[in-house]
Nanobody, 126 residues
């Protein structure tokens, strides 16, 4: 049974940082592209970032470029999202997702996602 579990969310002030982690079981992440998505209240789920399996190519939404960094640790079977200079508009539930492909089809269509995590809440507020 495939399970993705996110951690690291929480409440942070504007300008602060958080590091989200996605741990997988039942699935070896090094064969799949892994993406982070987010969904704010009343909005559609959107792709935030993606990292490919083979060359570790990374992709970012324009809204987070320069502030967020995605990385993977295949030995630990985890993918992380370092989020710096957070803004109130980053407030959302963040989900990690394993793609059906080894490469990032960016922006990643949700129909290519084979497994979702349960999500972790990130709130940016003073």
């Amino acid at each position: 049974q495939v399970q993705l579990v996110e951690s690291g969310g929480g409440l942070v002030q504007p300008g602060g940082s958080l590091r989200l982690s996605c741990a997988a079981s039942g699935l070896s992440l090094d064969y799949y592209a892994i993406g982070w998505f987010r969904q704010a209240p009343g909005k559609e789920r959107e792709g935030v970032s993606c990292i490919s399996s083979s060359y570790g190519s990374t992709y970012y939404a324009d809204s987070v470029k320069g502030r967020f960094t995605i990385s993977r640790d295949n030995a630990k079977n985890t993918v992380s999202l370092q989020m710096n200079n957070l803004k109130p508009e980053d407030t959302a539930v963040y989900y990690c997702a394993a793609s059906m492909t080894s490469y990032c089809a960016w922006p990643t269509p949700q129909r290519l996602i084979r497994s979702w995590g349960q999500g972790t809440q990130v709130t940016v507020s003073s």
